[in-house]
């Protein structure tokens, strides 16, 4: 049997509308000897489960069934990477898949490169038109494009774009190096993913071929506005103990500036989420999340979240000064004009 290049988390919970399909996009590779794909079983109440065990009967070289009780994507993560066989590690979730070149050509580099995060584009679907939209990194028109295919220190790269999920894949012995779990029963723990390993980061390679299809559009997606609202208290979570992890890690400037990169939009989506509820509602949580940011993430609170949107911005500090006393009128006067 070969040397697993690639190990694939791949987290499933109530995915049997999706789960063939994520599956059957590393199977019609011809890099699937080459992979070691986890399925982790989330505690399933549908066919998940079955629908997994087949896969894995079929494929024993490369396919491996988790089955546990419900934890959420952190633990699911967490188990993948204790598990974990392959030389490098990615996360593709189960309702999404990946391009055959672009898997077929991220193994090939996995193969020579030693570098501890390799990043790609990759495409952003929507679910009603399967519309693919590219997010790409290199920008190839401007003049501090990265080469396709070069490894780079990570000063180079910091703060020039925000990290995500879907770009990213890790060698696995520097996850392992983590001395902090990803939150369990928790959402938005994605960023928790990409960052806690961002101080044992020294080299990044970049390979300028789309492997992830991202799909958008499902209503119950925990990026839906509803559904930020709903769960806004388990992104509250993350937003403390990323800022938490931050204050303690040994890093070099470079290293804080890629956390501080996602971690400015992180705050950004906390205050989203409160001009986005009902204002008798979200008054009181406002306060509370600019006293933490305060005592805690002092740049945050005055400075670092006013470049993401300057018109937003003013709306906070108007709150401030004010402390609350108009706090009704300028939410709905917020919703009226975005």
Known sequence: MKNKILTISVAAYNAEKFLEKCL???????????????????????????????YEEKYPNSIRVIDKENGGHGSTINASIANASGKY???????????????????????????????????????????????????????????????????????????????????????????????????????????????????????NIPVYDYLLGNEGQSVNIKQLIKNRNQHLTVVKHIGEYYLKADMDPAQKKVIETRYTGLVCAQYFIYYNMEPAESKKEFFEFESWLKKNMPYYYYDAYKAIRERFFRYIVFNRLTRGLFWNISINNYNKKK
């Not at 000897?33 to 549908?46: A, F, Q, R, T």
């Open 89 to 207: 590690f990615k996360v593709v979730d189960s309702d999404d898949w990946v391009e055959k070149d672009g898997i077929e050509r991220l193994v090939e580099c996995l193969k020579d490169t030693d570098a501890d995060l390799v990043l790609n584009p990759f495409y952003e679907v929507y679910v009603d038109s399967e519309k693919k939209e590219l997010v790409n990194l290199f920008n190839p028109s401007e003049e501090n494009s990265f080469a396709d295919n070069r490894v780079y220190d990570l000063e180079v790269i910091a703060g020039k774009f925000d990290i995500q999920m879907h770009m990213a894949t890790y060698k696995t012995c520097i996850l392992r190096k983590i001395d902090q779990k990803i939150d369990e029963h928790c959402f938005y723990v994605d960023a928790e993913y990409i960052l806690y390993p961002i101080p044992f980061v020294k080299t990044v390679q970049m390979l």
């Open 24 to 54: 059957k996009s590393f199977i019609n590779s011809s890099v699937l000897d080459y992979l070691e794909i986890i399925i982790v079983n989330d505690g399933s109440k549908d066919s998940t489960m079955k629908i997994a065990r087949e």
